[in-house]
């Protein structure tokens, strides 16, 4: 009888998993990657847009691989907005889906780490840490009662969002007391979504909105652009390269 009761419940624990994996679209790389369908750019070693039977890649590659910042539309069911290492979906990232987001930490494909979801029907939000896709340690996000400072929840080493008296807002993770992943927006309009180093400065992976229809999504360096990016001004003029100290000097695109 206990090892039936075990058996029993292995095969529910399998069945949440691939239910709860179903609503993830995964995106599948083609048995060998070359330049004979790709779109525009380069493909192999670059900035490149590659099109799949479900959907389309735009961002960077190396050695024919999604590695790097990079958008994949799935025709049917969203976007994954974010970064990419050796074909997976790896590092900081936003998927956007028809039914359900998931934004935060991505290791080898799944969110893992720390993150959210959102459930767009119920409009439910599960904050926490996370993996495979599945919730392991869920943080409460609740009102403090304050105007300024920590005005909800844990702004330790938690969930939380921070209020500055000029008017700027940060809502995400904290360790210790600091920055750790989230969203920073500027009373001006200004936003930037992603990573922070210990002195709380946009850095490792991230995007930066200005209020005027800018946008950078890319790899930060203590405050700056340093890495490999993409931006577009408000008239969707593009630089697309390596950057340093918030300057473009290499260009790839």
């Known amino acids: 009888m206990k090892t039936k009761s075990i058996l029993l419940g292995l095969i529910w624990l399998l069945f949440v998993v691939q239910a709860g994996a179903q609503d993830i679209p995964t995106p599948k790389t083609p048995g060998k990657t070359n330049t004979s369908n790709c779109e525009s750019g380069d493909c192999v070693n670059g900035w490149g847009k590659k099109n799949f039977d479900w959907g389309y890649y735009e961002g960077f590659w190396k050695n024919g691989q999604r590695h790097g910042y990079g958008l994949f539309n799935w025709t049917e069911s969203g976007d994954y907005i974010g970064f990419w290492y050796n074909d ?11 039914k359900k987001d998931l ?7 799944s969110l893992h780490g720390f ?10 939000w599960v ?8 919730i392991e340690d869920e943080y409460t996000f609740y009102d ?22 000029n008017g700027d807002t940060f809502t995400g993770f904290f360790q210790n007391g600091k ?4 969203t920073y927006k500027f009373v001006s309009g200004d936003k930037y979504e992603g ?3 210990s002195n709380n400065q946009f850095h490792g992976q991230g995007r930066f909105f200005w209020g005027d229809g800018g946008y950078y999504g890319g790899e930060w360096v203590n405050g700056q652009q340093s890495g490999h990016g993409y931006y577009h001004d408000k008239s969707y003029k593009r630089k697309i390269g390596i950057w ?5 000097v290499q260009a790839m695109n």
């Open 115 to 124: 993150g959210h979801t959102r459930e767009l029907e119920t409009d439910k």
């Open 144 to 165: 403090n009662g304050v105007s300024t400072g920590c005005i909800a929840g844990d702004c330790q080493n938690k969930y939380g969002r921070y209020k500055w008296t």
């Open 127 to 134: 904050y926490g840490y996370f993996q495979t896709y599945l």
């Open 244 to 248: 340093s100290n918030g300057n473009l």
């Open 88 to 98: 997976e979906m790896h590092g900081y990232g936003c998927y956007l889906g028809s």
């Open 179 to 182: 920055m750790f992943m989230g």
């Open 103 to 109: 934004i935060g930490q991505y290791v080898n494909g």
């Open 195 to 197: 990573m922070f180093n």
